[in-house]
């Protein structure tokens, strides 16, 4: 069975600062996403990571895949507080069973 | 990016009632969607997997005779929850797999919001 497990659970931390959010999952994976989620709203794409040793930024953030540790990373740099959110990794195991599991979701709280 | 539109957007019923939520794909075809379920502060818990044509796919401990799971066309998936009761009250939320030049993407519903009185 595919386990996602995802650290922190929850965030707090001060505007500025950097900080990582790891995603550890327990089987080989086709592709890896990471989400965010804004209270009462539904998920939005963040990263689709293809391929081992795959890394792709998008202003503050920056995502990575080691698949042969079974590891991505999400990493802000210099955080701001609309960057306050859920965080979610997702592994996908489409090719196998069709499905596509999450993590528990990081809290981010951003401190002005 | 791909659309897909889901609705109702948040539904309040009473206990007993069935309740039908849609999920359109709007500008591409889904041969397979996904419901998931959200627990408050909690994560997607993927409760079937819907494939146009064919009965959907359910996750263990989901029951397929409370939630029922229609996908009639390449654009339309549809939720219903039958018999609803407060315990059943949840964030609903509906994806679609778009392949694309960039592989696979995964696109959300906006989410169904159904409070069970």
């Known amino acids: 069975e595919l386990k996602v497990e995802q650290n922190p659970l929850f965030l707090s931390m001060q505007e500025g600062k950097n900080y990582t959010i790891y995603c550890n999952y327990s089987t080989t994976s086709d592709r890896l996403y990471w989400y965010r989620q804004d209270p009462g709203k539904s998920l939005e794409s963040l990263f689709v990571?293809?391929?081992?040793?795959a890394v792709k930024q998008e202003g503050r953030l920056m995502a990575s895949l080691d698949t042969k540790a079974r590891l991505s990373t999400l990493h802000i740099t210099a955080a701001v507080h609309d960057l306050s959110a859920t965080y979610f990794c997702?592994?996908?195991?489409?090719?196998?069973?069709?499905?596509?599991?999450f993590g528990k979701g990081t809290r981010l709280h951003i401190l002005p | 990016g791909a659309v897909v539109s889901q609705h109702p957007s948040w539904v309040i019923c009473k206990s007993g009632t069935s309740v039908k939520i849609e999920c359109r794909s709007l500008?591409?075809?889904?041969?397979?969607m996904f419901w998931y379920r959200q627990f408050p502060k909690q994560s997607l818990m993927l409760m079937a997997t819907s494939n146009e044509g064919s009965k959907a796919t359910y996750e263990q401990g989901v029951e397929k005779d409370k939630f029922l799971i229609n996908h009639a066309s390449l654009t339309l998936s549809t939720l219903t929850v039958t018999s609803a009761h407060p315990e059943d009250s949840s964030f609903y939320i509906c994806s679609a797999r778009v392949t694309g030049m960039q592989g696979e993407k995964l696109f959300f519903g906006s989410g169904t919001q159904l409070s069970v009185l």
């Open positions: 990571l293809l391929s081992n040793g």
């Open positions: 500008d591409f075809q889904a041969t397979t």
């Open positions: 997702a592994v996908d195991i489409m090719n196998r069973d069709d499905k596509i599991i």
